[in-house]
């Protein structure tokens, strides 16, 4: 899909095919969102520069989904992992997607951003890198975000129409997405092996 508005018709084809009523989106920040001028609601979400990632709050707010969001978008990596000791898991994951996104559209690249923990054993995780200093190319606050209040609707109805979106509009950090290029890369390798 070439523009946005491309996009926000496929949304509202998509609101149509489950029989919801087209809710119009607001346009914010992330710095609004963060800030919780905004987002006080359960709903879809949209970063749409670069078609960048498409996400839902079915079960909580937006602002409180963001919370996840920010310290990706800021690379900060002690923030995602919390206390750095060792613990079941790190307090938020850094998506292999998001990564890439992030690597591409946000930071100046300086190489793969590494992982925040480490597994050790089969339910233990330590502290990885979490301190990664990089440079932004892109002011976060700034960044936009069209937001659905979908406060209306149920949880099942949110999430079935995102779990409908994505593949619709293929956004680069979604895990969908990432999964969908390294099946690509892996068929091209393919490809040019047979063609040897």
């Known amino acids: 899909m070439d523009t946005l508005?491309?996009?926000i018709n496929a949304i509202k084809s998509i609101f149509e095919q489950q029989g919801q009523s087209w809710v119009e989106p607001y346009e914010t920040t992330e710095g609004a969102i963060n800030r919780k001028e905004v987002g006080d609601h359960r709903g879809l979400y949209y970063?749409?520069?670069?078609n960048f990632y498409f996400g839902k709050a079915a079960t909580n707010t937006v602002h409180n989904r963001h919370n996840t969001h920010r310290p990706k978008l800021d690379v900060n990596l002690a923030?995602?992992?919390?206390?750095?000791?060792?613990k079941k898991e790190p307090r938020w994951i850094f998506p292999e997607g998001w990564k890439e996104g992030v690597r591409k559209f946000i930071i100046e690249d300086q190489g793969p951003i590494?992982?925040?923990?480490?597994k050790i054993g089969k339910k233990r995780v330590k502290p990885g890198v979490l301190d990664f200093p990089v440079t932004h190319k892109v002011d976060v606050d700034q960044m936009k975000v069209l937001v659905w209040n979908l406060d209306h609707m149920t949880s099942t109805e949110i999430?079935?129409?995102?779990?409908?979106i994505i593949p619709q509009l293929w956004p680069y950090c979604n895990t969908e997405t990432y999964n969908r290029r390294r099946r690509e890369e892996k068929e091209k390798a393919k490809e040019e092996q047979m063609a040897t």
Do not use: A, G, V
Request: net charge negative.
């Open 159 to 164: 999430s079935d129409l995102e779990k409908q």
């Open 114 to 118: 590494p992982s925040h923990w480490i």
């Open 5 to 7: 508005l491309d996009r």
């Open 79 to 86: 923030r995602l992992y919390s206390t750095p000791i060792e």
């Open 47 to 50: 970063f749409i520069e670069n």
